[in-house]
């Protein structure tokens, strides 16, 4: 008996005819799913992973409520009592998802459920109180029937929601339809019709949107028809909203939801992703290793036979030495070994004919290839060529290289087979050495990565093993070498210990005191060697060493404000050589002094100059500077001594690091030398001479004008500016006067007898390379151009004591001044001191002189009033000369 059963949705009311009609407590139970479709409905398009979307019911019809569900949509996860919830992320593209699930009952047999995801709308208006509900007992409706009314009823009590009820399932309507077209559909029809006509119309997918068209319906009659044939590829459902009002008369219905799904056919064949697919498989694979994959799609849904491809394999080329040696998956497309027998060095490459079929292997086929290479496999284990080595290695070098390991193998060449790496494996605790692979791909080099020591270890003996890249193929056994390293022992410079010595000395430590003894070791124990020791770097030359003992001691006063001084800290560089025969070696350790600080600066006032009113002016603030520590500073004490002590007074500021200083009377301008005594904390003073400028003038507005030039109206210095720029321009004509005159300037004829000496102007400054070949050492020949005769300057001998010079250098600078006079003088009465008085020989000019000769010369006669007496004050170059003229009658 079929009866009719009605679907609240909103206000819409969906009439279609079923088998059956609810569920008793009588009815015989049946295992399997309590509908064909299960719709859930959602208010987003962007489902979150863990989203609980509703639940399939299942009967098992054994008393069990769970049972295992599995869902062809990898994205939904399905529990044991049928609740579906997301395993990742899904986006409602279209506005919904169909997928299926299964099931099985206690017999073990499948059933299959549709289930449906869609995005709705919320629709506000107040006959909208009951929520969606889920279709669990209403059959699909798989095709459209002209006896398919839907009607709008019209409800005076309202609308109460179910706990079970019907819903509007979706229309199927199948692709590729040959019509006639338009196709009828459904009829929606309003109750109201009874009581007034009502005109029908619809919007949404398809209806007023793109696919614009593709449904219409009959204005009064409320047929509802397709117009073309439709495709799922391009689009698999449709929603349309239907809507009824009344003509002439105030009637509205609420709009109805109608969802028509595009049913598949299959009108698409497989297409492989890619053509050809290329794969490898190593020669020695066992059977069933799989190792590559081809994949075909199709354009068909894929939740029904239409697009769920089956694979074969057609031909397998050459058929050598098997003709199935490869076996392909028919689900998922991977292509395993399917028996022994690959051979590289027989068949490097198989070149395989597959099949794609849809509908399980009943439908459209679709051919492809699959070229397979043969790939080596290491079977044949890398062998060194020398098994035992020994090498010498200096000590003490990092990065050297130890020994070059040559192997061979005989996989192929290029291969992970065939390249090498290397490991050792004994005979190396400590991590001196490294192996790696050398350029060749097979050679193992060893290398130093840390400094070897000959006197803690004078040989290694390292075990090498070499290996491929790829795994070895079955039991092969591995080669070893032996390598033995002998340390080669070389000089090594002394160590200092500590590299870096602190001590803490006074500054005023005494000359000659001893301030630490620093010595070093010779690691090379094996050597009986004499370590010496050297000042390497002493910035101020405060230090001496003992070569012998390395104590070192103070050669000049050191001094903590010294700039060579940093943070109280001076360093030196002390040096420790050895007495190697072959190649000596020196140490270097660091001393630092840490000098003490003593009160050996007194307090000095900063400023040297001051400026200040004569009349009302305040006090002048100094600042005071100690080169000392802050425990030889302030408190400074600063006064005035003599005569400024009488019109200037003295202040200390607050925390007495500064002076106020005050004139105590006005004084006439000028520049006045205050000298005041400053002090420390300890008392040690000093003078420091302040030069104040007093300016007429009251207040801290300080201004020393001139006064006279202050008077002068401005005419005068207007006049006074005309004067100096006449000057400037009377200047400026002479110096261009003069040089145009000296540019027209001749040399005057001068007689020929007269023989003065003049300076002749040739306007030359040379001869070029050819005039620069001089022989000087004419002007250095003797009497009548002799050649064996030159100037000889001889030093004198006398029989008087030898002057002595100062040779022993200040240390204090004061002392410098009086170091020079001393030696100045030294030098100047040293008859023995450069240049020397000796005879010299010059050549002979010839006669014709018209002077006469100087011998003629007369002293006594021509001077005998003369007294050359001074002559003997010009020092010891003039003593014969003094003796000459200046000894009296003698």
């Known amino acids: 008996m079929a009866c009719v059963g009605i679907v609240r949705l909103g206000v819409i009311i969906f009439l279609f005819q079923v088998f059956s009609c609810g569920y008793t407590e009588e009815s015989t139970c049946t295992p399997g799913f309590e509908s064909e479709t299960v719709v859930f409905k959602v208010h987003r398009n962007h489902l979150h992973r863990g989203k609980r979307l509703g639940r399939v019911p299942f009967s098992i019809c054994d008393g069990r409520t769970r049972t295992i569900f599995q869902s062809a949509d990898k994205r939904f996860d399905v529990n044991t009592d049928g609740t579906v919830t997301l395993k990742r992320q899904v986006t409602l593209h279209e506005g919904h998802k169909v997928f299926s699930v299964d099931a099985w009952d206690s017999n073990g047999k499948k059933h299959t459920v549709s289930v449906r995801v869609e995005h709705v709308h919320h629709h506000h208006h107040e006959d909208h109180h009951m929520d969606m509900v889920v279709n669990i007992s209403s059959p699909q409706i798989e095709s459209p029937s ?180 490869f076996t392909i998956n028919s689900v998922t497309g991977g292509i395993r070994v399917n028996a022994l027998g690959l051979d590289k060095e027989a068949v490097s490459r198989y070149t395989v004919l597959i099949t794609a079929t849809d509908l399980e292997g009943r439908g459209y086929a679709t051919t492809g290839t699959a070229v397979i290479t043969v790939t080596d496999s290491n079977d044949n284990a890398p062998q060194f060529e020398q098994t035992t080595h020994t090498v010498s290695v200096p000590e003490n070098k990092v990065g050297a290289e130890v020994a070059r390991l040559t192997v061979t193998d005989g996989d192929e060449p290029g291969s992970p087979a065939w390249s090498t790496k290397y490991k050792i494996i004994a005979g190396d605790k400590s991590g001196f050495f490294n192996v790696s692979t050398g350029p060749s791909q097979l050679e193992g080099i060893i290398t130093t990565v840390k400094p070897l020591d000959f006197e803690k270890n004078k040989q290694f003996i390292l075990s090498v093993i070499v290996e491929n890249d790829d795994p070895f193929v079955g039991s092969l056994a591995t080669s070893t070498a032996t390598v033995t390293v002998n340390v080669e022992d070389v000089n090594e410079p002394p160590e200092f210990n500590p590299k870096e010595k602190i001590i803490n000395k006074r500054e005023d430590s005494l000359l000659d005191s001893e301030l630490v003894t620093y010595k070093a070791t010779d690691p090379d124990t094996a050597k009986a060697q004499k370590i010496t020791y050297k000042i390497g770097s002493d910035p101020a030359g405060w230090l001496s060493v003992n070569p012998d003992t390395g104590v070192i001691k103070v050669k000049s006063l050191m001094d903590r404000e010294s700039p060579l001084v940093k943070d109280g800290k001076y360093r030196a560089i002390i040096l420790a050589l050895d007495n190697d025969a072959d190649a000596p070696a020196t140490g270097t350790g660091t001393l630092i002094i840490e000098l003490e600080d003593v009160n050996d600066n007194a307090p000095v006032i900063n400023e ?283």
């Open 146 to 325: 002209d006896d398919l009314v839907l009607t709008f009823p019209k409800s005076s009590t309202g609308l109460k929601r179910a706990k079970r009820g019907w819903v509007i399932p979706p229309f199927n309507v199948p692709e590729d339809s040959r019509g006639p077209f338009p196709e009828k559909l459904v009829q929606i029809k309003s109750d109201y019709s009874k009581e007034a006509q009502m005109q029908y119309m619809i919007t949404g997918e398809g209806a007023d949107l793109e696919p614009r068209g593709t449904f219409t319906i009959e204005r009064l009659s409320g047929n509802l028809f397709v117009t073309r044939p439709l495709d799922r590829e391009k689009k698999a459902s449709y929603r349309l909203i239907a809507h009824a009002t009344g003509v002439g008369v105030d009637i509205k219905e609420a709009p109805m939801e109608i969802i028509v799904n595009v049913l598949d056919q299959n009108d698409n064949k497989p297409v492989f992703t890619q053509n050809p697919f290329n794969g490898n498989v190593p020669e020695a694979s066992e059977i069933g290793h799989e190792f590559m994959t081809v994949t075909a799609t199709d354009a068909d849904d894929p939740l029904t036979n239409n697009g769920i491809i089956s694979y074969s394999i057609v031909k397998q080329d050459p058929e050598l030495p098997k003709a199935n040696l």
């Open 608 to 890: 040297r100059n001051i400026k200040l009113c004569n009349r009302g002016s305040g006090p002048v603030l100094l600042s005071i500077t100690d080169k000392d520590g802050p425990s030889f500073g302030g408190p400074f004490n600063v006064i005035p001594i003599g005569e400024s002590s009488k019109n200037w007074s003295t202040e200390m500021n607050a925390t007495s690091t500064g002076v106020f200083l005050t004139l105590k009377i006005p004084l006439e301008q000028g520049d006045y030398n205050v000298v005041l005594k400053a002090s420390d904390r300890e008392g040690l003073d000093q003078e420091s001479t302040i030069q104040a400028s007093v300016c007429d003038c009251e207040g801290e507005s300080v201004q020393c004008a001139n006064k006279a030039v202050a008077a002068m109206p401005l005419s005068g210095v207007l006049g006074i500016l005309a004067g100096i720029m006449l000057l400037l321009l009377l200047a400026l004509l002479l110096l261009l006067f003069m040089r145009r005159k000296s540019s027209t300037k001749k040399e005057p004829l001068l007689p020929e007898d007269d023989l003065r000496d003049n300076i002749y102007y040739y306007d030359e400054e040379g001869g070029g390379e050819d005039d620069q070949d001089f022989d000087l050492s004419v002007l250095h020949r003797g009497l009548d151009n002799r050649p064996n005769v030159f100037r000889d300057d001889q030093l004198p001998t006398f029989a008087d004591r030898p002057v002595q010079y100062r040779t022993t250098r200040p240390t204090n600078p004061d002392e410098i001044g009086t170091f020079i006079d001393d030696n100045l003088n030294a030098a100047d009465n040293d008859p023995t001191a450069p240049p020397y008085d000796s005879l010299l020989v010059f050549d002979y000019e010839g006669g014709g002189s018209d002077a006469g000769s100087i011998s003629s010369l007369n002293s006594s006669s021509s001077g005998g009033d003369q007294d050359y007496d001074f002559i003997n004050d010009w020092g010891p170059r003039f003593k014969k000369l003094a003796d000459m003229y200046g000894g009296g009658d003698d």
